[in-house]
């Protein structure tokens, strides 16, 4: 048997709050945790982790984290620079604290590229630089 109720709850009655983004801070220079970040540090961490993890290849991770470089690797220059741009854009804007991923900037060597970006998010912008092998 279901309770009827009169309360209806309206969904312009709704408040979304935004939670903090305090989290552990990973010292990637000793491969230690010390303390906590926060702000622009917490999102500079949020963004290494996702450009370090490969999307579809942790069943722990929902399938909207990580990125999609594996299927660049063998592939043409003239294919992956413009790839490249998009899947990181695509990654990084599934954080809602990521407002816009752009100004890409490509070095190329023989195996490798240098992609430099600037991340505007909610607190500040950011220059970010990822070495793809491919």
């Given amino acids: 048997m279901t309770p009827v109720t009169n309360n209806e709850i309206l969904l312009e009655e709704l408040e979304t709050v935004s939670q903090p983004s305090k989290t552990y801070y990973l010292n990637l220079d000793n491969n230690t945790i010390n303390g906590f970040c926060d702000d622009i540090e917490a999102i500079k961490q949020t963004i290494y982790c996702i450009l370090n993890t490969e999307r579809f290849e ?56 240098v992609v430099s970006f600037e991340v505007s998010t909610i607190i500040g912008n950011t220059w970010v630089e990822k070495v793809v092998t491919v």
């Avoid at 899947?87 to 023989?110: C, G, P, Q």
């Fill in 58 to 113: 942790n069943l722990i991770y929902s399938w909207n984290y990580g990125v999609e470089i594996k299927n660049l690797i063998g592939e043409n220059e003239t294919y992956v620079i413009p790839e490249l741009e998009r899947v990181i854009r695509e990654a990084l804007l599934e954080d809602d604290r990521i407002t816009d991923v752009s100004n890409f900037s490509f070095e190329t060597s023989k195996t490798t590229i």
